[in-house]
C-alpha cells in the first residue's frame, strides 16, 4: 500500500474513490452522490487541483482518501480542513487512515498550516476515538448540524496544533 498526493491527471483514480466512499457510507459526508455525479471531468479536476487530496491505493485499487481545504482569507491562511475522509471496509484497521494523515500533515506543515480542523459526526465514535488517539481535541459542537433523511446530527469540530505546540484553547477542551 502506497500514499499518493493526487494530481490533475489522477481524475480517474479520484473519481473512483470519491463516489464509492459517498455509495459506501452515504451517512458520513455532506455530500450526496449525486452532489458529485453530475460533475463535467473539469469539475472533477478543479476539486482536486483545489484542494490536496491523497489516496491510499493497493496497486492501482484506490482503497482510501483524505483531502486538505486550505483556509484562503490572509490571516486565516495557517488553518485547515480535513475533508472527504474515507477508508475502504476491508482495509479498516490495518493503519490506512493513519498513513493518509501522516502524509496530509506533512504535507500541511510544509504548507506553512499550523491548524488542523475537521468535523466528525458526533454517533461516530470509532472516527472520534482514531482523531483522539491523533492528538485532536474537540473544540465543539454543532446541534443537529447535519441532516440524515430528515434527522438532525450533531457535529463534533476537532483541531490539532501541527507546529509543535498546543494553544492554550485546545488545550483541557471538553472530549
Do not use: C
Amino acid at each position: 500500500m502506497r500514499i499518493k498526493h493526487l494530481d490533475e491527471d489522477d481524475v480517474d483514480i479520484f473519481r473512483r474513490i470519491r463516489l464509492e466512499a459517498l455509495n459506501r457510507e452515504p451517512q458520513a459526508f455532506a455530500s450526496t452522490t449525486a452532489d458529485w455525479e453530475r460533475l463535467s471531468t473539469e469539475e472533477w479536476r478543479a476539486r482536486l487541483t483545489t484542494n490536496a487530496v491523497f489516496a491510499a491505493l493497493d496497486g492501482d485499487q484506490p482503497v482510501g482518501i483524505m483531502g486538505l481545504m486550505r483556509e484562503r482569507a490572509s490571516r486565516l491562511a495557517h488553518r485547515a480542513t480535513i475533508i472527504m475522509v474515507y477508508v475502504r471496509d476491508e482495509a479498516r484497521g490495518s493503519g490506512v487512515a493513519r498513513h493518509l494523515l501522516t502524509h496530509l500533515t506533512g504535507h500541511a506543515r510544509a504548507s506553512g498550516i499550523r491548524l488542523l480542523e475537521l468535523v466528525v459526526r458526533a454517533d461516530n465514535p470509532t472516527a472520534i476515538r482514531f482523531y483522539a488517539r491523533e492528538g485532536f481535541h474537540e473544540i465543539g459542537r454543532v446541534p443537529g448540524g447535519m441532516l440524515d433523511g430528515g434527522v438532525e446530527v450533531d457535529e463534533i469540530l476537532m483541531a490539532r496544533h501541527i507546529d509543535g505546540r498546543a494553544a492554550p484553547a485546545l488545550q483541557g477542551a471538553p472530549r
